[in-house]
């Protein structure tokens, strides 16, 4: 690869000092195909009532081999249920941010919870998220490598390339195996439980004048992720439509 090629991703706004140290253990990679990979979001609150359902059902997606690299979850938990009592420690105003966003690029006034979109557009179906779903553009390309550096850092490496200038990249760091005992709120008393909650959302981020961006840094860890449970989604969203293009997700070893 010719380094001079590719956009480099500087985080350091992000993060703390980025350490250069070699990985003490073998990195694990991922990489997308000719097939166009779903990211499903979902906007979820551990305030919501009907939320506990949709949360179930993104869970769901761990143990269905079928959908392992193609179908992305991402749970982003909003905040605008938190002032009935109940504050979601996993939510982020700007997960509302975003969820309205998506809701303003395809030129629809649904914003509610729980809501799944499925490549950037409202979806209420209950069969499966690959129903209609082809062959990736040509030109889109996601490699994703994680490993864990000597100092306990998350550190990824990749490379994008995308032929359509109109493209950005996201990325987020993602955490399953999560539970809650929710004590107020709609959902006071119960017990939550949820996979692919997002913990840091990144972007967007812009490529090169050649559709290139390449990735090569070392994310700070907060103190309650578990690192065992940590993951990486990459995907490329159209700046005009909000349509996502291709998406990658690589859990880390």
């Known amino acids: 690869m010719n380094a001079g090629r590719f956009a480099c991703l500087t985080l350091a706004c992000f993060f703390p000092a980025m350490s250069t140290e070699i990985f003490a253990a073998a990195a694990c990679a991922a990489s997308s195909g000719a097939q166009r990979a779903v990211l499903l979001e979902l906007y979820t609150s551990e305030g919501c009532d009907s939320c506990p359902p949709a949360d179930r059902r993104l869970s769901q997606f761990k143990a269905q081999v079928d959908y392992a690299g193609r179908v992305v979850p991402l749970a982003f938990h909003v905040d605008y249920w938190d002032r009935l009592g109940w504050v979601d420690r996993f939510g982020?105003?700007?997960?509302?941010?975003?969820?309205?966003?998506?809701?303003?690029?395809?030129?629809?006034?649904?914003?509610?919870?729980?809501?799944?979109?499925?490549?950037?557009?409202?979806?209420?179906?209950?069969?499966?998220?690959?129903?209609?779903?082809?062959?990736?553009?040509?030109?889109?390309?996601?490699?994703?490598?994680?490993?864990?550096s000597t100092n306990g850092l998350l550190a990824l490496n990749g490379e994008i390339s995308a032929a359509n200038a109109g493209?950005?990249?996201?990325?987020?760091?993602?955490?399953?195996?999560?539970?809650?005992?929710?004590?107020?709120?709609?959902?006071?008393?119960?017990?939550?439980?949820?996979?692919?909650?997002?913990?840091?959302?990144?972007?967007?981020?812009?490529?090169d004048r050649e559709g290139r961006l390449s990735l090569r840094q070392?994310?700070?860890?907060?103190?309650?992720?578990?690192?065992?449970?940590?993951?990486?989604?990459?995907?490329?969203?159209?700046?005009a439509s909000g349509e996502i293009l291709q998406a990658l997700q690589r859990h880390a070893c």
């Open 92 to 148: 982020s105003a700007r997960y509302t941010q975003r969820q309205q966003a998506m809701a303003g690029l395809a030129r629809s006034r649904l914003v509610y919870t729980p809501q799944f979109l499925r490549n950037g557009r409202d979806w209420r179906s209950a069969g499966s998220p690959l129903d209609g779903i082809g062959a990736t553009a040509p030109g889109l390309r996601i490699v994703l490598e994680l490993g864990v």
């Open 218 to 239: 070392q994310i700070a860890l907060e103190a309650d992720w578990k690192r065992a449970d940590l993951g990486v989604a990459v995907f490329l969203q159209d700046k």
């Open 167 to 207: 493209v950005e990249a996201w990325l987020a760091v993602y955490e399953n195996n999560l539970e809650s005992q929710v004590r107020a709120g709609e959902n006071a008393g119960k017990t939550l439980h949820h996979d692919y909650v997002v913990r840091r959302l990144i972007g967007p981020l812009a490529l």
